[in-house]
């Protein structure tokens, strides 16, 4: 029997998770009833902060709120960085595919001064996607423009076109379907090919079990991995892309002098996700939502939980019925809890940060998990005339992906 993604995910991993988590679940179970500790502060205008991949382009925006400018310039310009980056993973050019191999990207932006929105979700070939949501906005008299409307939208406006898939994320990709699928990779006639893993799999998986199935799933990947020629020191974060598909992206919001406020927020969404899903990242009071007499929020993480909780506009409501920044952002993480009734076996396997900007300055990172993996915690970036990131306030103790589950050192794989 081939092991197919979904049940190696749902299986395997899950039981591992689900036997090695569950004793910690009591902990992980804590929330902020304490004081907080991480990103929750009170500056003044001018103030831009921005999702962690934008620390180096936030003080480009900074700069522009400090000359006076648009607070959706300053907002576009800083996530224009990462969307040009091709060695960013999660936005624009370089951003992983959806599982037919093609970088198909979603971005919104809110302008609070004119009340103004737009989006785009499913586009191709256009890296600045933000820009484009913007040209929806400035340009037509709607709101969200959708695959190939929008890439043609694009055109007409003047946007260059690019095959936005970088040799680095192709070779991810063909990992990705290598290893997830029947068919491709080499066939049963082809003389370099090797038996795929048989195992069966046990209806209920102890952690020992569990766990060796993960370690034979990733040495064959490993080998995988090294055919396709991913260099070795790249190829457990690409065994782990394939095995987490991440929804990485950018969001920013900023506040002028004059107290206007905007957001934006743009991604290639989901790895390895069926052509056509959009995720929260194109729609307005999910990924983003700006209201120019509350605040600005928006979201990197789990698209599909966020869409349920509308979190952006949960949480700017929230604010305008007079919550604080960080309570606003926790109620929003605790109804994703909610929705799944606590259930921390499940809930492991998603992530959420909350970036917070109210009209007075406070601010606050919020994210159910305190990061992806114990070194890389999630963090919010402020410029507020000095340049910081600072770590989320998280409702949970704990990352959301111990990875690997068990090899804590690579070279045990
Ligand atoms: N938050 C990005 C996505 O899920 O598409």
């Excluded at 066939?187 to 069966?200: E, H």
Aim: aromatic share 6%; glycine share 12%; proline share 5%.
């Amino acid at each position: 029997m081939t092991v197919s993604r979904r049940d190696f995910i749902s299986t395997a991993v899950a039981g591992s998770l689900a036997v090695g988590l569950g004793q910690k679940s009591e902990a992980q179970k804590s929330t902020s009833s304490g004081p907080a500790t991480g990103a929750v502060g009170t500056s003044k205008a001018p103030i831009i902060v921005c999702a962690g991949n934008g620390y180096n382009y936030i003080e480009e925006g900074y700069n522009i709120l400090k000359s006076g400018g648009d607070t959706l310039d300053a907002a576009m310009r800083v996530i224009r960085g990462p969307e040009d980056d091709p060695n960013d993973t999660s936005v624009g050019l370089g951003g992983l595919p959806n599982e037919d191999g093609v970088v198909e990207l979603d971005a919104c932006c809110m302008h609070g001064p004119t009340r103004r929105a737009g989006a785009v979700g499913g586009v191709h070939n256009i890296k600045n996607v933000s820009l484009l949501s913007k040209a929806v906005m400035d340009h037509t008299g709607h709101v969200f423009l959708v695959g190939e409307g929008a890439e043609k939208f694009a055109v007409a406006q003047g946007f260059p076109t690019e095959n936005l898939l970088t040799d680095s994320t192709r070779k991810i990709w063909l990992l990705y379907k290598e290893t997830h699928s029947d068919w491709w990779g080499p066939g049963l006639s082809d003389p370099n090919w090797k038996r795929r893993l048989q195992r069966g799999l046990q209806s209920q998986p102890t952690k020992q079990s569990a766990n060796e199935e993960l370690k034979l799933r990733v040495e064959h990947m490993r080998e995988v991995a090294q055919d396709i020629g991913i260099p070795q020191e790249d190829q457990l974060a690409a065994i782990r892309k394939v095995l987490f598909p991440p929804t990485g992206t950018i969001h920013c919001s900023a506040l002028n002098e004059k107290g206007e406020m905007s957001g934006c927020t743009t991604t290639s969404g989901l790895g390895w996700k069926i052509p056509g899903r959009v995720g929260d990242s194109a729609l307005i009071g999910a990924g983003c939502y700006t209201d120019q007499d509350v605040g600005s929020a928006g979201a990197t993480g789990s698209g599909e939980e966020n869409i349920k909780v509308a979190g952006a506009h949960t949480i700017v409501e929230n604010m305008r019925h007079g919550m604080s920044p960080l309570d606003a952002g926790m109620d929003a993480l605790k109804r994703i809890v909610r929705n799944y009734n606590g259930d921390m076996d499940r809930l492991k396997f998603m992530d959420m940060t909350y970036y917070i900007l109210r009209k007075d300055g406070a601010y606050a990172g919020v994210s159910l998990w305190e990061g992806y993996d114990a070194n890389k915690p999630h963090k919010i970036v402020i410029h507020d005339g000095q340049r910081r990131a600072e770590k989320t306030v998280s409702l949970f103790q704990g990352v959301s992906e111990e990875w690997p589950p068990e090899f804590k050192n690579p070279m045990d794989l």
